[in-house]
């Protein structure tokens, strides 16, 4: 089995310790697929770009040394982070994967659902006042899970 993470790490992220939440929340996913000894990946996406932190491998035990310096600012590319993810799951060769999207819907962007994905999760970090409800809106048009971050 193989976790694909997608950590949204756009400026809006910074906003109410949000990427923070979910770096915790991912440490902890992370220690859980170690547990049951499953694979993981790990891609962020900002600005105009997706970075692959974590090539697909076994997990391991995690500390937040790896995670610290993974930083917020720019713009959410939502569509070409979940491209690259169903690019990278569809090469994964397991029997299934996993896609967990980390985002406070920020995005304008309303890309497909990744095919390579068997199950989809949407972690919503949103916390703004007036909320946009744009990841909620995103995992029901994927027929995903949706998960409230407070309560993941």
Partial sequence: MLHCFLLDCSASMRNDGNLARAKGLL???MQEAYQRR?????LCFAGDVVELRLPPRRASA???DWIAPIAAGGGTPLALGVRRA????AKSGTRQNWLWLLT???SSESP???GSADVVCVVDFEAARLPLHRARQLA?????????????
Avoid: K, T
């Fill in 27 to 29: 440490l902890a996913l």
């Fill in 38 to 42: 499953d694979h993981v990946a790990l």
């Fill in 62 to 64: 995690w500390n937040d």
């Fill in 86 to 89: 169903d690019q990278l799951l």
């Fill in 104 to 106: 406070d819907g920020r």
């Fill in 112 to 114: 497909e659902r990744p």
């Fill in 140 to 152: 029901e048009n994927w027929d995903a899970r949706y998960l409230a971050a407070d309560g993941a």
